[in-house]
């Protein structure tokens, strides 16, 4: 389907083989290019006191898998959840992340990804003088925590994660740039957005800015038209499948260009 297209795949390392995987299968090669590093929060005490003293709040509120996953590892690779405290997931990745560790969910929107979608649901419109704590990277988004506290809630932060820029090598991109040879893009973050432009060269900024973007949220979208990026197009959700299906669409025709 993708006949022989080479689509470069922005995921961090570790969450780059589903959808290089996916692209391979439908004809595709998969260019990998990292431009994002997930790492552990350099205060590991810290987040292991955090996480032994869980009763104080009403609310844990984990953001992504990787907020799952760098937590349970920071704390020896369990985390004890009194029934008292209830449990929520921005999406169903992060879900899917809880349950695997051996946590339950309480709660994660029924449409939607994004903290947005936490917030529109009928439990999160009544938290005034609850706890709320919300795991997450360095340096993460602020809309969740600013509506809680509107709401009379009472919320901390426990990063666990930073995401940092990664040391790798974009001689491939740059030699399909250069060829004309690269026919799309997939980015997963605002940050990744940035640091692309920073790892390949600025002498095929112009071509790569022309080439088909696909994004997994309208925030992504609207960060890339900021940085020049004009033919954009938005998954339906962040999932690999969802962004091989919107790779496929730009590829193949079909497509009204927004920006």
Not at 28 to 37: H, S
Not at 54 to 61: D, G, K
Not at 127 to 154: T, Y
Request: charged share 20%.
């Amino acid at each position: 389907m993708l006949n022989g297209a080479h689509i470069l795949v922005t995921r961090p390392a570790h969450q780059a083989d589903k959808l290089s995987a996916l692209i391979a299968a439908q004809g595709g090669v998969a260019v990998r290019l990292p431009t994002l590093a997930i790492v552990g929060a350099d205060d590991m005490g810290h987040i292991k006191d955090a996480l032994s003293d869980l009763e104080r709040f009403h609310w844990l509120v984990f953001i992504s898998a990787n907020a799952v996953n760098f937590a349970v590892r920071a704390n020896g690779g369990k985390i004890k959840i009194a029934q008292s405290v209830r449990v929520a997931a921005v999406g169903q990745a992060t879900a899917e992340a809880l349950v695997q560790n051996g946590l339950r969910v309480d709660l994660v929107p029924e449409q939607g990804y994004s903290s947005e979608a936490l917030l529109a649901t009928p439990t999160m419109q009544q938290v005034a003088h609850q706890a709320f704590l919300i795991i997450r990277g360095e340096g993460g988004r602020e809309e969740l925590a600013a509506v809680l506290r509107n709401r009379d809630a009472q919320v901390d932060y426990l990063a666990v994660y930073k995401r940092v820029l990664p040391v790798v090598d974009s001689a491939k991109a740059d030699a399909l740039l250069a060829a004309n040879m690269l026919n799309a893009i997939t980015i997963t973050s605002g940050e990744a957005v940035q640091n692309l432009l920073l790892l390949v060269a600025k002498r095929h900024h112009q071509k790569m800015l022309a080439l088909p973007l696909v994004v997994i949220s309208d925030r992504i979208r609207k960060i890339a038209a900021e940085k020049g990026f004009s033919r954009i197009m938005v998954t339906k959700n962040p999932s690999d499948v969802a962004i091989l299906e919107a790779v496929t669409t730009c590829l193949t025709g079909g497509r009204a260009w927004q920006n």
